[in-house]
């Protein structure tokens, strides 16, 4: 099932460390990531639910499982994207974030959008 042309999905993440948002004493240190998610097969899918692997720097691994992407279920047509921005807090300066979108294409067929792990990180600031 996993092969199939028609569906096929590429998710790319830029992200953005939050330090107005953060509070590094308290070990609490706040991300914006900006996914792109963009429909290279030859169906239409529709985003579903989404389940997030966050891991920090100690191993703690956050599980978050939910409906659409920001309130969203949005419909991604052959050669168009959709474009969100959200956010996550961990308890180390430094974590991993990875997972998987849930579709259903429009011919009915569910399937998964695997999202590459991609490193949350706060900048060190060279003097």
């Known amino acids: 099932m996993g092969n199939d042309q028609r569906h096929q999905i590429a998710v790319s993440v830029k992200t953005r460390y939050l ?10 240190f706040v991300f914006a990531y900006t996914i792109t998610i963009r429909n290279t097969g030859s169906a239409a899918a529709q985003l579903i639910s989404r389940h997030w692997l966050i891991t920090d720097a100690n191993g703690q691994v956050q599980e978050v499982r939910g409906k659409g992407v920001v309130g969203a279920q949005p419909v991604v047509r052959p050669g ?3 474009e969100y921005t959200s956010g996550t ?10 997972g998987t979108y849930q579709m259903v294409a429009e011919d009915g067929t ?8 991609f490193t949350l990180s706060v900048p060190r600031v060279l003097h």
């Open 19 to 28: 330090v107005e948002q953060s509070d590094e004493s308290a070990n609490h």
């Open 110 to 117: 569910h399937f998964d959008a695997e999202i590459p792990e």
């Open 89 to 98: 807090a961990i308890a180390t300066p430094v974590g991993t974030m990875r």
């Open 80 to 82: 168009e994207s959709h």
